[in-house]
């Protein structure tokens, strides 16, 4: 396994992290329709990516392992990072890096979403009490909340640094504007600064690149980069029917997409086959090589529904991709419709 650091901080992970937005199904139905979690097969995963020399894991308090489109699947809030507790119960707290996020809403009520004092609070523990664990390693503000301000923010999350409660903080899904901002109140009043970004980055999706990739650099930001497939766009398997209980089967739109993607598709998985790879492993070693290029940190954080995937994926960390074929891949991605 390769080490990064995690950002500016001295804390070393793993250059990919398994991500748990989505578990394996079981084939299992909640009476209200949201599939169950194959917790056994997540245990595999994870003690698989652990012996290869994962050590970092990413969560988030509103995840719970399979949809969550839906606001009335809220009852499920918080069961991916029981699931992630459990799968890590008996390793070394200390040989792993635990991320999670909190900002989503958890209940109805007001203040049960936010990135206000009260919310923030109160989550974290909650966080803890569902991970049993004492501390986060790296707490992310999930999104943005127009209602609270940055220093309310910014001064409640050092001050979880000061509590022993959390390790680091990062951010996601906030504009290079608003994370310039929290940098800046951070150096104005000595609160601890963000380590890490947390945004969509894969062959397909590269909108940081405007302008969030230079803040990243600015302030020595370490980049995690989620949906490093597109979701399972890049593995190709939603241009033939996928394998049930994909995730396409609740969201339709990755097939259309693909679809109206196709020929740029089909070109970056004959590209991959040429090079001896796979699709998936072809968009993992690209965010590696942008990574040595750009020179910040990458970490793409995987999401592994399938013991198999882990094999294939962390076979990524083997692959070379040269100047020549990133140019090729950005020749063959031009044309690409949203
Ligand atoms: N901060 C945020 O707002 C945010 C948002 C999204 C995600 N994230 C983080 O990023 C993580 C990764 O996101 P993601 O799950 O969308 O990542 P992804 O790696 O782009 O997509 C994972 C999906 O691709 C398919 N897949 C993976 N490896 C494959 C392989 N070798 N062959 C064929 N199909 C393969 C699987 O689909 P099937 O399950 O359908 O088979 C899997 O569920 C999340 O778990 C979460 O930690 C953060």
């Known amino acids: 396994m390769k080490y990064v650091r995690l950002g500016n901080s001295g804390t070393i992970v793993s250059q990919v992290a398994i991500g748990t937005w989505h578990l394996p199904g079981s084939g299992k139905f909640h009476l209200d329709g949201v599939e169950m979690v194959d917790e056994a097969e997540f245990y595999k995963i994870v003690r698989k990516a652990y012996d290869a020399g ?11 392992g399979r949809v969550e489109k839906n606001e009335d699947h ?15 119960r008996g390793y070394d707290r200390e040989s792993i890096v635990v991320a999670t996020k909190v900002r989503g809403p958890v209940s109805t009520f007001p203040n049960g979403e936010g990135l206000s004092r009260k919310h923030i609070m109160w989550q974290i523990r909650e966080s ?65 600064p963000f380590v890490s970004m947390q945004e969509p980055y894969n062959i397909i999706q590269r909108g940081i690149e405007k302008d969030k990739l230079d803040v990243a650099k600015k302030h020595g930001l370490g980049l995690l980069a989620y949906i490093p497939l597109a979701q399972g766009v ?57 990574s040595e ?40 991605t031009s044309g690409l419709k949203a």
């Open 293 to 332: 290029m750009e020179k910040i940190p990458m970490i793409p954080l995987l999401g592994v529904t399938r013991e198999k995937y882990l094999d294939e994926n962390l076979a990524a960390l083997d692959v070379r991709l040269s100047d020549d074929d990133m140019k090729r891949i950005d020749q063959l």
């Open 54 to 64: 994962v050590n970092f894991f990413d969560t988030a308090n509103i995840y719970h």
């Open 128 to 192: 803890l009490s569902r991970l049993d664990m004492d501390y986060v390693d790296l707490y992310q503000i999930h999104w943005s909340d127009p209602n609270t301000p940055h220093t309310e923010t910014m001064r409640t999350l050092s001050h979880l640094v000061d509590l022993d409660l959390v390790r680091y903080t990062g951010e996601s899904n906030h504009s290079a504007g608003d994370i310039e901002d929290f940098m800046n109140i951070s150096e104005k009043y000595g609160l601890h």
């Open 234 to 290: 890049l593995a190709g398997k939603y241009l033939e029917a996928p394998e049930s209980g994909s995730r396409s089967s609740y969201y339709p739109e990755l097939i259309t997409f693909s679809r109206r993607n196709e020929k740029i598709i089909r070109d970056l998985m004959d590209l991959a086959k040429e090079k001896g790879i796979t699709g998936s492993q072809l968009a993992i070693a690209w965010i590696i090589k942008r």
């Open 74 to 88: 809220i009852d499920h809030i918080g069961n991916s990072e029981r699931i992630l507790g459990r799968s890590l």
